[in-house]
Nanobody, 116 residues
């Protein structure tokens, strides 16, 4: 099973920026879907942004124009650049993906707290 390790979370003021990284233990090209999800206390885990079917990307409406997903295949790493952070972006952010014949994989998550 592939391992996904997130980093880059932290405490930031509203309007600030963070970049999250997700390092995979093997090629991220093997994922048909890979991206970022988040879960706030009391809420369900939700999609933030993902790559699917190659280069296609999908964002949840609340982050469009503020967050950007990218990847470096040579480093087996997926990134999430988060700008103009809002209080409601506070959550634990998870890297997750799907591989054929393997199924779903999840990282342990990294906490993002937006607070004044």
């Amino acid at each position: 099973q592939v391992q996904l390790v997130e980093s880059g979370g932290g405490l930031v003021q509203p309007g600030g920026s963070l970049r999250l990284s997700c390092a995979a233990s093997n090629s991220i090209s093997s994922f048909s879907i890979i991206g970022w999800y988040r879960q706030a206390p009391g809420n369900r885990r939700e999609l933030v942004a993902q790559f699917m079917n190659g280069d296609d990307t999908k964002y949840t409406d609340t982050v469009k124009g503020r967050f950007t997903i990218s990847r470096d295949i040579t480093k087996n790493t997926v990134y999430l650049q988060m700008n103009s952070l809002k209080l409601e972006d506070t959550a634990r952010y998870y890297c997750g993906g799907f591989q054929d014949r393997v199924g779903n994989s999840w990282g342990q998550g990294t906490q993002v707290t937006v607070s004044a």
